[in-house]
């Protein structure tokens, strides 16, 4: 009798996920290094979470990314939280370990300050205040990036003030509140501006804050990617800021799920760039 080796299966769990951009990309690491692997979208509710996690593995599955509504409820699942993913109170990313636990992480900070890098080599968090719009998953990943890479003060805005307290709170005196009427007004001397709200993005509001006070010494990134350039990314380009698109930090956050399940580090290249911009 032959031994066939397993051939290990990943994906993305959400309610809904057919728009979900992740299967493309895992798919195109898979054919590029030639690995023997599938990864698929799965429409779970959030009453059958718990169900699916624990037959994944015993159906193969070596891990799966997870998304909207499902990043705080597997936390409550998980046999096993990384630190990050503890601190962010969410996980986007869950491996399946040899000895049947589960185990959480959070790989948005990681993709936010890839990104950054990739575009920007000689970029450093420490060089001085971050200005920071919104107060939600995205924004607390980022805080967290942000505060671990040494960044001195991180000036702090959302439309609703008690998440941005809320959000001081949990990250310590570096993290500093501003009304968001006075929002513009974080942007005097700050290093690095940083758009987490989905302000900007197709069909939703525009991001309005006055940028008066943005140094064309500053660095300005938008995670949001629909549109690739935003119009605050536009602003910032006018007045001589160096900008990062947020299409970048997507395909980044998604390299340590894909070298847990598969064992390969992968590549960010301009063609996984392309293939992804056309779907």
Known sequence: MTD???IPLAGVIGSPIAHSKSPALQRYWL???????FYVPMDVAAED???VLRTLPKAGFVGCNVT?????????LADV???????????NTLVF????RIQADNTDGYGFMANLRQHLPDWSAATGPAAVFGAGGACRAILASLLEAGCPEIRLSNRSRER?????????ARVVVHDWVRAGNMLEGAATVVNTTALGMVGKPEFRVPLDALSPEAVVTDIVYTPLETDLLKSAKAVGCHTVDGLGMLLHQAVPGFEAWFGRR??????????????
């Open 4 to 6: 066939h080796p397993k």
């Open 31 to 37: 054919e590029s290094y030639g690995i023997k692997g």
């Open 49 to 51: 979470l718990e169900a």
């Open 68 to 76: 909207i509504p499902h990043k705080e409820a597997v936390l409550r």
């Open 81 to 91: 939280v990384t630190d990050r993913a503890a601190l962010i109170g969410a996980a």
């Open 97 to 100: 370990l040899p000895d049947g």
């Open 164 to 172: 941005a307290d809320q959000l001081r709170a949990e990250f310590g």
């Open 266 to 279: 992968p590549e960010v290249t301009p063609e996984l760039r392309d293939l992804v911009l056309s779907l």
